[in-house]
């Protein structure tokens, strides 16, 4: 199976009323890829997100995740498949300790019944001391090690993106979903942030998709790019090519300068490293 | 008031240059503190506390009950005047003074109102006996009378505001302390009366109803003493300065105390508390089961009476000789049927609404308490739940002989202790397993942990499982307790007080549950002569909690951190930005 694409999309569409959020999309994600999907605000790239992760059902179309059509599952269906994902505005469980994020991360995994747990049973108990030991040790992979009774609403911003990759890695997907996950980070952070993506492809063969604003990001990150600009595909491949591509500068820089008058926000592509990245989308 | 006073110091900081001009807000301020009193001494009169409070006694041939809460009126007046009037003492007290005179005027102001208009068209209490009381029986020519005794009383006050910590503390603690012991007084003679020593000691201290004068003496210096010794604050020293070891060691013995206490507390004190006791320990019972439902799963569960009724009427049904009887049961193989039909109930009503959020769960479920409540008493049923009369002589869990300690509600008390032990164990079991974490996560953010495999429908549905098996459970053991199940018994209150106890514990505090059991079930029963003003004080109670403690009395510690001040952040830390804008 190593070779068949871990994510096909064909056609998919969502519409909210009159309009098209994501209009026939055909895409596909490569078995432990890292790819990126870009676009200017409100393209439909978190609400592909949403249609892949079982947020929104689709209207019209085709996802399959791993051969397997997941259009009709609900959300903890497809996490079980072997989904994660993180949030553009952190959704951390808030008034939970990191340590505790982290074990409702691996909920999934885990087997315990209320029964079983009322009794005490031994290997609720082992099991239970097996993920006390994996969270501590994700803990340590995002270098929050010992911080693990901090409130998850207490921890620095950066802390709190890295956690929400840990609760999602918790639950051992295959594929993870990482919407905007250097988004209000300084570039040092963002460096940072992109290493630790990297190492989660290379170290524990995850294929990831993100949803980026930060440029320089995605271009250093991708081995594929698809842009989106109003529900649509309107380019997609390596880097180097989407760079050139004449209609996502367009799409990025606004199509001609008569039909907008008003300075756009969208950040032009080389400005884009510095710009605060602009929310929705 | 609070508010007021709470906008108002900062100004006054501020406007340390215009000294005449913060005067005058001082001033003004005393001025709306005793017009305020005046309001509030009117509501204690014409909703009728004063007067009904009135025939009992809180030191016998002193003070009544109703003349107590205008006492504790006039003296916060003055005191809380005292401390907002400018200036040195003098002003404090002529402040105090000034708020007194405006708390009685206003009362003056009824009572000469009284004598010329009919206000009982509008507010029954505007009776002449209501007037009786203000104006020490002189009536319309005594109406001058509220107004100096509020003012003495407000000078009063306003002097406790100007006493020395210390002594200011004893003298309030003092005061409280006549009044909690007074009306505890019966509760506390009952015990007393075992023996004829101690008999002669209870009919020293304690009068037929409330305190003798000797024994409000005794009481006053009692509190006196205790503050200025301060013992509990010394043992409490000494054990902090006690090495790790022994300390734990103490805690032993401490506990087997406390159990001991616990189990013979209803003994001690006569029938009528041990029924009040038990009743407090079956609404610990249930507040645990809910606190799963509510406190750790966040479903706002207030259908919970409809589980109570199927397991009231499932053990009535199956253990009741009478007409309803329907296989004359043992109590004990009763109660696991209603346990478990009360969970299926719960199954069946909660599938199809689970899917609902938040508040609009609440009106759910509490049409369905409503829909259980109507039927229990309706005519559809009445031939095989007995309507309104219910199902009578309904035998108790233990047949013991009527003259043994166990006859009266002392055993359904250790059952549900026992029960309520039971079910507390459960409950932590489940709070710190894979399974409470679920709950506690679909409560902070159902999308996101429903994303993370959690099945929404089955977790939810095992809270509401078994927050309804415990309240069968509940049901079961009233039964019990009351001999008898009536449909009057299934009423709304059933759940709101369940819920109550939950939120004025402390949402998910297991201790939570049992200080507002307390609080909220105990002591209303207690005092049965508040029975007419009980959801009165509640409601005070409720806003209270929710102003001053919003966690509740013991709140868990989530909720404590919830409420915490984050303080990890930095306020100068760049990254904190984003953060806070991310959460909002």
């Known amino acids: 199976m190593a070779d068949s694409p871990l994510v096909v999309a064909q056609g998919v569409t969502k519409r909210f009323g009159g309009l098209i959020a994501v209009n026939k999309l055909d895409f596909t994600l490569e078995q432990g890829a890292i790819a990126s999907v870009i676009g200017p605000n409100g393209a439909g790239k978190t609400t592909f997100f949403n ?79 097996l993920a006390h030991d994996e969270a501590r040790r994700l803990l340590r992979y995002i270098g929050l090690q010992g911080r693990g009774d901090t409130l998850a609403s207490n921890l620095p911003y950066g802390d709190q993106r890295r956690l929400e990759v840990a609760r999602a890695l918790a639950a051992k997907p295959r594929l993870l979903l990482l919407d905007e996950p250097t988004a209000g980070m300084n570039p040092a952070e963002q460096g940072q942030m992109t290493d630790f993506v990297r190492r989660l492809r290379d170290e524990l063969g995850i294929t990831i998709l993100l949803i980026e604003h930060a440029m320089r990001v995605v271009m250093g990150i991708s081995e594929k790019i698809t842009v989106l600009d109003h529900g649509e595909k309107i380019a997609e491949g390596p880097p180097e090519v989407i760079q050139s591509d004449p209609r996502v500068i367009e799409a990025y820089l606004g199509r001609g300068s008569t039909s907008d008058p008003a300075p756009s926000p969208r950040p032009a592509l080389a400005a884009a490293d510095a710009a605060p990245p602009p929310s929705g989308g | 008031m609070t508010a007021a006073t709470m906008s108002a110091t900062p100004e006054e900081a501020e406007d340390g240059l215009s000294a005449p001009d913060s005067r005058a807000r001082s001033w003004r301020q005393v001025i709306r503190l005793g017009l305020i009193g005046g309001v509030v001494g009117l509501f204690l009169c014409l909703v009728g506390i004063v007067p009904t409070f009135d025939p009992r006694a809180l030191v016998a041939g002193l003070i009544s009950l109703g003349e107590t809460a205008l006492v504790g009126l006039g003296l916060t007046v003055g005191y809380l005047a005292a401390t907002r009037a400018p200036g040195g003492q003098p002003q404090a007290l002529a402040g105090a003074a000034l708020a007194g005179v405006l708390t009685g005027a206003l ?26 009381i203000l104006t020490f029986k002189l009536g319309t020519a005594g109406a001058w009378i509220p107004t100096v005794e509020m003012a003495i009383l407000g000078a009063l006050g306003g002097g406790v505001a100007l006493l020395p910590g210390r002594l200011r503390r004893a003298v309030i603690a003092s005061l409280v302390g006549l009044v909690v012991i007074g009306l505890f007084a019966s509760l506390i003679r009952t015990p007393l009366r075992t023996n004829p020593v101690s008999d002669a000691i209870g009919r020293f201290l304690f009068a037929q109803e409330g ?118 049961w043992s109590f004990w193989a009763a109660v696991p049927v209603a346990i478990i039909l009360a969970m299926l109930f719960g199954a069946f009503l909660g599938l199809p609404i689970l899917g609902i959020r938040g508040d609009y769960l609440a009106i759910a479920t509490l049409g369905f308490g409503e829909i259980i409540r109507q039927l229990a008493g309706s005519d559809l049923l009445k031939g095989l739940l007995g309507g309104p009369r219910g199902i009578t002589s309904v035998p108790k869990p233990i047949e013991v002989p009527p003259d043994s300690f166990l006859a009266g509600p002392l055993q359904i008390y250790y059952i549900a202790l026992v029960c309520a032990v039971i079910v507390a164990f459960i409950a932590i079991r489940l709070r710190d397993s894979r399974i409470g974490r679920a709950w ?8 996101v942990a429903e994303a993370l495999g959690i099945n929404l429908v089955q977790t939810k549905l095992l809270a509401y499982m078994l927050g309804a098996a415990f309240a069968g459970l509940g049901g079961a053991l009233f039964v019990g307790l009351q001999g008898a199940i009536i449909s009057s018994s299934i009423n709304l209150f059933v759940s709101i007080n369940v819920a109550a106890i939950i939120i004025v514990g402390g949402m998910g505090s297991i201790p939570g549950v049992v200080v507002g059991s307390i609080f909220l079930i105990g002591i209303p029963e207690l005092f049965r002569e508040f029975s007419e003003y009980r959801f009165l004080f509640y409601g005070v109670a409720l806003m209270a909690m929710m102003i001053y403690r919003p966690g509740g009395l013991l709140p868990s510690t989530i909720a404590k951190r919830e409420l915490h001040v984050p303080d990890a952040v930095e306020p100068g830390d760049p990254s904190a930005v984003p953060a806070a804008a991310v959460q909002a």
């Open chain 1, 51 to 129: 249609c892949i992760a079982g947020f929104y059902k689709i209207d019209d179309g085709e996802i399959t995740f791993d051969g397997q059509s997941i259009k009709a599952l609900r959300r903890d269906q497809i996490s079980r498949l072997g989904i994660g994902r993180t949030y553009q505005n952190i959704r951390l469980f808030a008034n939970m300790t990191a340590m505790e994020n982290l074990l409702v991360g691996q909920h999934q995994n885990l087997h315990a019944s209320w029964i079983g747990a009322v009794i005490g049973l031994g290997s609720v108990r082992r099991e239970e001391k």
């Open chain 2, 440 to 447: 506690v996560a679909i409560r902070e953010d159902e999308d």
């Open chain 2, 107 to 132: 009362l003056s102001l009824l009572v000469v109102l009284g004598s010329v208009l009919d206000l009982r068209a509008v507010a029954i209490f505007a009776s002449p006996a209501t007037y009786a």
């Open chain 2, 211 to 328: 305190l003798t004068l000797p024994g409000a003496v005794v009481t006053v210096i009692a509190v006196v003493a205790w503050q200025l010794l301060r013992p509990a604050s010394r043992v409490r020293r000494r054990l902090a300065a006690l090495p790790e070891q022994r300390r734990r060691t103490l805690t032993v013995p401490a506990l087997i105390l406390g159990i001991l206490f616990v189990l013979w507390l209803p003994q001690g004190v006569g029938n009528f508390f041990a029924f009040v006791v038990a009743t407090v320990t079956l609404y610990v019972l249930m507040g645990f089961g809910l606190n799963i439902t509510l406190g750790l799963a966040g479903l706002l569960d207030l259908g919970f009476v409809a589980f109570f009724a199927v397991g009231a009427y499932t053990v009535g049904l199956l253990t009741a000789p009478g007409e309803f009887g329907i296989a004359h």
